[in-house]
């Protein structure tokens, strides 16, 4: 069996030691098309170490390393070829800073029978120097042609928007080279950057990264309706609905409800979905 579920689930990997500073947080940024245009307070926030705020999105990128060994951990036998990421949610537990050294520690929670595949659950706590708990993130796997073990299915996706007008729709040009951009965050699948490899995958061209386009909604939705303030972001969710390609224009829609900004995204172009059942939780003041 490819999954020994018995085994699997509850496990804790060893935990990886990572960093940043603020040259780390503006690369970042910049890989989501932040800087447009280059002279606005806001953008500069982003993108300038003088007044320099960290957007929520940023905490996946210090757990790249703790995700990577998931699919090598004993009990799991995958292709690698055949993994997706289906679902990203991440709670902040405080603002991040702009800088800090952390600890991640992955935990495999869940395995769902998906029926054409299984869905790993991973949750990592991200820890300062301190032993402070600054984030948690929750990744979703997708392993296609791993299902079928008749195991649960796990809890349907929520966060459905209501059926009305967005409060807010913002439009977000992406670069034709804004996936070797983003991929200098840590995220270096050969999917976004080599050809040859794109069209193994089943796609004409290198697409964007997941959580390049769940940053750029990140974005979009803490400035349009959270007047960019970073610190009323508590929680993260999104589940990846599609692919975007680079150079193609994301239309963010956002319904303000109640302590929650309901999100979804799709392709300008193709008017295919790229993110959906997403949400923003609002801290409370």
Same mark, same amino acid.
């Given at each position: 069996?490819? &999954?020994d579920i018995d085994? =699997? =689930?509850g496990a804790t990997l060893p935990p990886t030691i990572s960093s940043w500073d603020p040259d780390d947080v503006i690369l970042y940024h %910049?890989? %989501?098309?932040a800087g447009v245009p280059p002279t606005a307070e806001g953008e500069l926030e982003y993108c300038y170490e003088g007044k %320099?705020? =960290? %957007?929520?999105?940023f905490a996946v990128v210090p757990v790249f390393g703790a995700i990577a060994s998931v699919i090598v951990t004993e009990g799991i036998s995958i292709n690698p070829m055949m993994v997706l990421h289906g679902e990203q949610e991440i709670t902040l537990h405080k603002p991040l800073p702009a800088s800090a050294k952390v600890s991640s520690t992955a935990t495999i929670t869940d395995v769902f029978d998906k029926g054409k595949?299984?869905? &790993?659950?991973?949750? =990592?706590?991200?820890?300062d120097d301190s032993g402070e708990l600054l984030a948690t993130n929750r990744f979703l796997i997708f392993a296609r042609g791993e299902g079928g073990f008749g195991g649960p299915s796990g809890p349907a996706p929520g966060n459905d928007p209501p059926e009305r007008p967005a409060d807010h729709v913002i439009e977000s040009p992406t670069l034709p080279q804004q996936a070797l951009l983003y991929r200098l965050s840590g995220d270096f699948n050969p999917l976004h950057a080599d050809p040859a490899f794109a069209a193994m995958g089943g796609f004409d061209r290198p697409i964007l990264h997941g959580l390049c386009s769940y940053g750029i909604v990140c974005k979009a939705a803490v400035d349009s309706a959270l007047g960019g303030d970073v610190a009323k972001v508590a929680g993260y969710s999104a589940r990846f609905a599609g692919v975007a390609y680079p150079g193609e224009t994301i239309v963010t829609s956002v319904w303000e409800e109640g302590g929650k900004l309901l999100i979804a995204a799709a392709s300008k172009e193709r008017g295919t979905p790229v993110i959906s059942n997403a949400a923003i939780t609002i801290r409370e003041a």
């Open positions: 069996m490819p &999954i085994k =699997v =689930v %910049l890989g %989501l098309g %320099l705020k =960290v %957007l929520p999105a595949g299984a869905a &790993i659950v991973v949750t =990592v706590d991200t820890n």
